[in-house]
């Protein structure tokens, strides 16, 4: 955990989002699966998802939100020091997603890598910038979570391929001082006794995709979805706890809870364990489904230009994916 007290401020300059255009809805996904609008509603609150389109890869996505992230901060992209993409979905396993986005931006000072902590990833990579600006080496960072999970689903299996989506969101992290807003607190954990209940098994060294086991569609989100549930409650709760703590908050001090989007039921018993009301946590999933690493940075983004989070507030963000992995992040904005 970091309490963000004696280094350099960071404040997040600018936000940013892009989703494709195409929509995929409960109803259209009845002809591909045999499922029913009303199961999937009213068991995770998705409505709908959008789904990227063919040669739209997770760089070209991540590159449309960053560019909305850079003209809100009045940042160019020479100014960039730092562009971190928190992918699943990359768009190769090497390079990193991160260095193709820093060619489409044309930000060439900018050192750029991938993150790989799953629903997580964006504020991982809040909180490896943040502590990279904070040190003073670093200026201006453009964080991104990017997904095109549409690629790593398969689309005969109900029991997963009604909750993932495509999209991106970004933030532009910069230097602070008294008169801005700043991250307070920061917290991320891991447990890796639990990476077989939440993963993509198959298309990686351990599990390469052969002729022989194409079939089985291994490169793909698999999910035993109980024992996700239960975890993301507790683990979510946990860290949102901490960072309010450590930045001094209380419920009833916080503007807003940004939490990740996987499941409305996910986000309804966070939002009681925290004894904060409904109307104070934003959901955008009945739009989008679980778009992994995107789904905070996207969320953050929406509410941000819906004027939900105004100069001064206290705000929560608050994920959790494979790994297991899990983040929060306090922020006055
Ligand atoms: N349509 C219709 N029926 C479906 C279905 C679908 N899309 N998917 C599964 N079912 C069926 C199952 O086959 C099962 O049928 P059976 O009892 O005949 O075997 C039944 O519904 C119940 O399945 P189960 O998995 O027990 O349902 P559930 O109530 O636990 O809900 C989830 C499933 C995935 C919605 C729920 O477990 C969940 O949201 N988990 C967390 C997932 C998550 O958010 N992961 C990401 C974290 S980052």
């Known amino acids: 955990m970091s309490a963000n007290t004696s280094k350099i401020p960071v404040r997040i300059a600018g936000t940013g989002s892009y989703l494709p255009a195409k929509e995929l809805t409960n109803k259209d996904l009845e002809s591909i699966v045999d499922t029913t609008d009303e199961w999937i509603f009213s068991r995770t609150g998705i409505r709908s998802r959008r789904i990227a389109a063919e040669g739209e890869n997770t760089s070209d996505l991540a590159t449309e939100a960053a560019k909305n992230a850079m003209e809100q901060a009045g940042i160019t992209a020479d100014e960039l020091d730092l562009i971190i993409v928190a992918t699943i979905s990359p ?41 990279m600006i904070s ?24 029991n997963t391929c009604v909750l993932f989506g495509d999209g991106a969101g970004a933030a532009v992290l910069t230097r602070g001082d008294e008169t801005t807003g700043r991250i307070l607190s920061t917290k991320i954990g891991t447990d890796g006794s639990q990476t077989g209940i939440l993963n993509i098994p198959g298309g990686g060294s351990a599990c390469p995709t052969t002729v022989d086991n194409a079939d089985q569609k291994l490169a793909s989100l698999a999910m035993q979805g109980r024992e996700v549930f239960k975890l993301a409650v507790n683990a979510m709760k946990r860290a949102s706890e901490a960072v309010i703590e450590e930045a001094g908050l209380t419920a009833e001090s916080i503007k807003l809870v940004v939490p990740h989007q996987a499941n409305l039921r996910i986000i309804d018993a966070i ?34 230009r819906e004027g939900k989070i105004e100069r001064g507030d206290n705000i929560v963000l608050v994920g959790f994916g494979a790994g297991l992995t899990w983040a929060a992040a306090a922020i006055q904005w």
Request: glycine share 6%.
């Open 91 to 131: 768009d190769t396993i090497t390079p990193a997603t991160a260095c193709y986005v820093q060619h489409n931006l044309g930000a060439k000072s900018a050192l750029a890598f991938d993150i790989s902590a799953a629903c997580s990833g964006f504020l991982y990579a809040m909180e490896v910038a943040q502590r």
């Open 271 to 304: 939002a009681d364990r925290l004894t904060i009301p409904n109307e104070k946590v934003f959901v955008n999933l009945h739009k989008y489904g679980n778009t992994s690493a995107a789904a905070v940075a996207i969320a953050l983004d929406e509410a941000h």
């Open 135 to 158: 040190d003073g080496n670093f200026k201006n960072a453009l964080i991104i979570g990017a997904e095109k999970l549409s690629a790593f689903t398969n689309w005969d299996d109900r």
